[in-house]
């Protein structure tokens, strides 16, 4: 059964980690707007230019821009049978535009929001200790989820960077533009009925685990 999620939850809540696992366990294609900001910079195309000095600031990326991304991608085949959204939407403005491009594509609207919370003191510890990956985005982090080589991704035997924005200024900005802009659409999914609420300071398996049975799939 086609199923179309959106993970939400503030920056270094996991959202990335528990994306890779539960798009492997649904195969559907992983969406992180994040990543493809980070490729279209790498890559130095249009898009990455305009939004080079939001990402590196720890602003959001205007929505204009953001949601022409996200409407392409969520265009492609691959997203017929389902999609997990990392990162987006992340304004009510952005759910409203989601829920238009989900109606024009697929006649149908998102069917669950799992809601990752965590302490605010463990995200700057999971921020400033992470680990990503350059070729897929895959995240890992120095004490908690170290890879299996030092330096390398355990998926596609990439070379794994800290992030620019994961300086602890930054990091620390980014959790107040979180509180200020995105926590807003936890009640706009929890009126729509389709809010989900994970206790994200459990272990990364632990938390996979209450994802999976939430949604109903056993594993
Ligand atoms: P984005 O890349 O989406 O960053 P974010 O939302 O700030 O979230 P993160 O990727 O930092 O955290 P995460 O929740 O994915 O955590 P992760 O799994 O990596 O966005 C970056 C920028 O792009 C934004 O600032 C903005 O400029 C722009 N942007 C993106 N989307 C946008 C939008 N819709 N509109 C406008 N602008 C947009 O985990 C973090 C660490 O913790 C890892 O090291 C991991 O190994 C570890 N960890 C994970 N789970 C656990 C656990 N249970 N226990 C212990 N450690 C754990
Ligand atoms: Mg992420």
Redesign the pocket.
């Known amino acids: 059964m086609a199923m179309y999620i959106v993970?939400v939850?503030?920056?270094?809540?996991?959202?990335?980690?528990?994306?890779?696992i539960v798009s492997e366990t649904l195969c559907i294609p992983h969406i992180?707007?994040?990543?493809?900001?980070?490729e279209n910079l790498d890559n130095q195309t249009e898009l990455g230019k305009l939004?080079r000095s939001?990402?590196?600031?720890?602003?959001?990326?205007?929505?204009d821009?953001?949601i022409a991304m996200?409407r392409e991608r969520l265009s492609r085949p691959d997203c017929k049978d389902g999609a997990l959204l990392?990162?987006?939407?992340?304004?009510t403005d952005?759910a409203e535009a989601l829920a238009v491009i989900m109606n024009e594509l697929y006649d149908r609207q998102v069917d669950a929001v799992p809601f990752?919370h965590?302490h605010v003191n463990?995200?700057i510890?999971?921020?400033t200790?992470?680990?990503?990956c350059k070729a897929g985005?895959h995240?890992?982090?120095?004490?908690?989820?170290p890879p299996k080589l030092a330096g390398i991704c355990d998926y596609d035997g990439s070379e794994l960077y800290q992030?620019e924005?994961?300086k602890e200024e930054t990091?620390r900005h980014?959790i107040h533009?979180?509180f200020d802009q995105?926590a807003p659409l936890i009640e706009y999914y929890k009126d729509a009925g389709k809010l989900i609420e994970i206790d994200?300071?459990?272990?990364?398996?632990?938390?996979s685990a209450d994802i999976l049975s939430a949604l109903n799939i056993g594993v």
């Open positions: 993970l939850g503030p920056p270094g809540a996991g959202k990335g980690t528990q994306a890779q992180s707007s994040g990543v493809i900001f980070r939004a939001f990402l590196e600031h720890g602003e959001l990326v205007p929505d821009l953001t996200i990392d990162g987006f939407p992340r304004t952005q990752i965590v463990a995200l510890e999971r921020m200790g992470r680990l990503t985005g995240v890992f982090h120095e004490k908690h989820n992030r924005d994961d990091v980014r533009v979180y995105t994200g300071n459990k272990s990364i398996e632990e938390v």
